[in-house]
């Protein structure tokens, strides 16, 4: 009966709250065919637009969150019945967990292992792990174990959830980028095609098409990625408070039950301890000599190594110090060169700096000499050059006067222009055409001495004088 309550404990997967993948594509396509057969009667509105005519994107972002929903409501459901296990009395009070070896007890496990109930089921195991080793630290050890591996389950079962939550808002993105790069290609093709308004039309038609696809794909995507997570959020919370509740159920109703062990009387076992090294150790007096005669050549044999290493070392030492003699005699020798070296240079720098310093006095004669004449050629130069600009000045000035007669003419021919438009204007309403061609020919007349002043050959330059006094 052990063995099978370990084969039983063993061959259980623990999988009682997974979904099979399978089940959620075929659920996942189901939704999505159901929800765009309801929008086909309403196809026209803006709801039926949405889901018909903006790309594959929003078929997938539709059927990801079917496949979310899916998950949500299956795992409810599990949820919900595994809720209603604690109900029952799994545990009746007639049976006593005294003896782990006896019938009733495992009749107990047996029946516990074929409910349907998660709560049956790890009542089940622990139990079985309590018949097989007799002991309620084992079991204890096992329920904690136990507890572990449905936490980590639990936490893998939502990972299809997780990335299928994750990956709507991309569809989004991804509807967002093809909507706008047709928008962005409609608009180059508008540029050039820019001539025709029909032709302008169809533009900016297709711009706009490209951007409501940009825009309706990302708004379906994270409306659906909201829509699905949090009634997912709940049910994983209500999914790790079940797992809580069966941990607390097992903890306070059935290991409280399991026998623990009888402990050894602690004399007992120090007498076996005793016992057992007087019979099988030897005395004290046989182990103490063989390690004193151990002890005894231990200490010749490093007296004998430490005699050797200090000859070695008075040997090293004695180089060392040799070497160090010479060194030193080898560094008075070169300090008495460096010396020698040193007076010999000191004399030949300060004879090169003398005559340096000579050269240095005939330089400076000959550059004060320079400077003079330098400046002195500069000074007529500038005399030159400020008499060659007020010349320059002043033929300008006589310049800019004729640029300015210029101006004044030019506005009166703008003036006599105006008069002559607001003569044409006249002549539209009142349909006077004598006055209006007299006053034409006045002003043609006033306008004829202007033309001929400003037909006249103009020429204005500018001289720089570069004559010397």
């Not at 209603?84 to 292992?113: C, G, H, V, W, Y």
């Not at 150790?281 to 190594?305: H, N, R, T, W």
């Not at 290493?309 to 020798?333: P, R």
């Amino acid at each position: 009966m052990t063995a099978k309550s370990l084969n039983f404990a063993h061959k259980s997967d623990r999988q009682e709250l997974d979904i099979q993948i399978w089940f959620i594509l075929i659920l996942g396509l189901i939704v999505t065919f159901g929800i765009y057969a309801a929008v086909l009667p309403i196809k026209s509105t803006f709801l039926g637009t949405l889901l018909y005519e903006r790309g594959f994107t929003q078929i997938l972002a539709i059927f990801f969150g079917g496949m979310v929903i899916t998950i949500t409501v299956l795992k409810y459901g599990k949820i919900q019945s595994e809720s209603r296990a604690f109900r029952k009395d799994l545990l009746p009070e007639n049976i006593t967990f005294d003896n782990p070896t006896s019938i009733q007890l495992e009749k107990l496990q047996q029946m516990l292992s074929q409910e349907k109930s998660l709560l049956a089921r790890r009542c089940s195991r622990v139990i079985a792990a309590y018949i097989a080793s007799g002991n309620k630290q084992s079991a204890t050890e096992f329920a904690m174990e136990d507890s572990a591996f449905y936490s980590s389950t639990t936490e893998t079962s939502y990972s299809v959830a997780r990335i299928l939550v994750w990956a709507i808002p991309l569809l989004g993105f991804i509807g967002t980028v093809v909507g706008i790069s047709g928008a962005v290609n409609g608009f180059s093709g508008f540029l050039q095609q820019s001539s025709d308004i029909e032709q302008i039309k169809q533009g900016i038609g297709t711009v706009t098409s490209g951007l409501a696809v940009a825009f309706d794909t990302t708004l379906l995507a994270l409306f659906v990625s909201v829509l699905v997570m949090i009634p997912l959020v709940l049910v994983e919370r209500q999914e790790s408070r079940l797992l809580l509740a069966i941990d607390i159920y097992i903890n306070d109703r059935l290991l409280p039950r399991l026998k623990a062990a009888e402990s050894l009387d602690r004399t007992i076992v120090d007498n076996a301890i005793s016992q057992a090294f007087q019979k099988h150790l030897p005395s004290p007096e046989v182990l103490i000599k063989p390690a004193q005669e151990y002890a005894q050549q231990a200490a010749d044999a490093l007296a004998q190594g430490f005699l050797s290493e200090v000859g070695k070392i008075q040997e090293a030492t004695n180089k060392l110090i040799q070497k160090m003699n010479y060194i030193n005699q080898m560094a008075v020798k070169d300090r008495e060169n460096f010396i020698t070296t040193l007076t010999q240079q000191q004399q030949s720098s300060q004879e090169s700096s003398q005559e340096i310093v000579e050269e240095m006095k005939q330089i400076n004669t000959t550059i004060q000499e320079n400077y003079q004449n330098i400046n002195h050629d500069f000074n007529i130069h500038t005399e030159q050059i400020s008499e060659g600009l007020q010349k320059a000045a002043t033929s300008l000035d006589s310049r800019i006067a004729a640029l300015e007669n210029c101006a004044a003419q030019i506005t009166k021919i703008v003036e006599l222009q105006r008069s002559l438009e607001q003569s044409f204007q006249t002549l539209e309403k009142t349909a006077q055409l004598e006055q209006v061609l007299g006053e034409v020919r006045i002003n043609l007349a006033l306008l004829k001495p202007v033309l001929e002043n400003l037909n006249k050959p103009r020429r204005i330059t500018l001289v720089e004088s570069d004559e010397k006094r």
